[in-house]
């Protein structure tokens, strides 16, 4: 406890030295901010946080523990309250099977939707696993996909009635991505398409536009929006290069389809430091963002107004070539421009995964070195992301 107690000292120490870029006459800082660790049974690497329709907190996170000698994966499902107690908490499966969570999917009837892989390790392939429960954390349903080979899966994203996803299948030396589509009312496959044409990875999520063509972004020299007609992927050649005005070392990393604009977040190389960028396809408007050092990216979440920017600042220590990582969270209006960015942590290494705004406060999940290793975090922040 006294451990905590310190750990939770240097945090606030550290938030107040480095935080930056607040704006004057603002409301009073709340006092019900907080820092939570959420120790679970082994190493933890929270993947999201979603807000439930009951006014709690959804939080899904990837941990490995071992058993005997052997290395156990599991997908560790938090129920939380606003205050950071937690109500509820399962371990997926409840197998002997081995599970990694990708993405999570609030539908709007409150069912949530974690898209995974199962590994195999004896046969050396995996399975695509879609798994939904409830807001009681209640198991619906487990939809898998299983093809003798081996997956990446990048994301899934719901369209109108239909769950899409995009994964990459490695099978027989060969790799393209597929994308599939699963109804939502049944859980069944639909069917699920390779994009053959694509041999690199995508970088994204998978999305339809206005005219019913699949969207992804994916980086080969440069960034890209594949533009692909749904009945047999075949390739439309109009493929958009993501920020022309900006660095050659443009690479996208996250995919946002806001009124049928394709918004593109993502890392480059500026002035030697590696730096977060905002891409519009619509209004054809991109800039640069970040700390100094060099800034990565993990997850960006919409708001109603704007989005949730989470990853880290890396930066030397004492002039060394060792290197410590410090969280790093942004909060951004509608057009991508900053509302404030920071960067802060301990003497631990520490990212920020996710984030969601409820009212006036800021929700976000992330992991520190805590007891020798990674360990589970929740942050709670008033709307300009101040602890206290």
């Not at 120790?39 to 490995?64: C, H, K, W």
């Not at 309250?81 to 399962?90: A, I, K, Q, T, Y």
């Amino acid at each position: 406890m006294r451990k905590l107690l310190i750990y939770i000292l240097i945090l606030n120490i550290g938030l107040l030295q480095l935080a930056c870029n607040t704006e004057e006459g603002l409301e009073p800082v709340t006092p019900k901010n907080y820092f939570k660790i959420l120790e679970g049974r082994g190493t933890d690497n929270p993947i999201a946080i979603r807000s439930l329709s009951d006014g709690n907190l959804l939080i899904v996170s990837n941990t490995t523990s071992f058993e005997q000698g052997e290395q156990i994966r599991k997908i560790r499902v938090l129920k939380i309250d606003l205050n950071g107690n937690v109500l509820n908490e399962r371990y997926l499966p409840e197998n002997n099977e081995n599970w990694s969570a990708k993405d999570v999917l609030k539908l709007t009837n409150d069912e949530i939707v974690i898209a995974s892989t199962s590994i195999n390790s004896i046969a050396e392939d995996s399975s695509l696993v879609f798994y939904k429960i409830n807001s009681n954390l209640d198991s619906l349903s487990a939809t898998t996909h299983h093809n003798s080979a081996t997956y990446n899966l990048y994301g899934v994203a719901e369209d109108q009635n239909e769950l899409l996803f995009i994964a990459q299948e490695f099978k027989d030396q060969t790799s393209y991505p597929i994308i599939g589509r699963i109804d939502l009312s049944s859980s069944n496959i639909i069917d699920i398409k390779s994009a053959e044409k694509y041999d690199v990875p995508p970088a994204t999520k998978v999305y339809r536009n206005a005219v019913g063509e699949y969207i992804w972004a994916y980086n080969r020299t440069r960034s890209y929006l594949a533009k692909v007609q749904p009945n047999l992927l075949q390739v439309n050649d109009q493929e958009i290069h993501i920020g022309n005005n900006l660095s050659s070392s443009v690479k996208a990393e996250k995919l946002l389809m806001i009124n049928m604009n394709p918004i593109v977040f993502g890392e480059l190389t500026q002035n030697g430091n590696n730096q977060l960028f905002y891409y519009s396809q619509e209004s054809g408007s991109s800039f640069v963002f970040g700390e100094s050092g060099d800034v990565f990216l993990n997850n960006v979440q919409k708001t109603e107004s704007g989005y949730l920017v989470t990853g880290f600042q890396s930066l030397q220590i004492d002039g060394s070539e060792n290197r410590q990582t410090n969280f790093y969270f942004s909060r951004r209006n509608a057009n991508g421009g900053e509302i404030f960015s920071k960067a802060f942590g301990t003497n631990e290494n520490e990212e920020l995964m996710d984030a969601l705004m409820i009212n006036d406060g800021i929700y976000t999940i992330g992991k520190t070195i805590f007891g020798g290793e990674n360990t589970l975090i929740l942050i709670k922040t008033d709307a300009f992301g101040r602890l206290q």
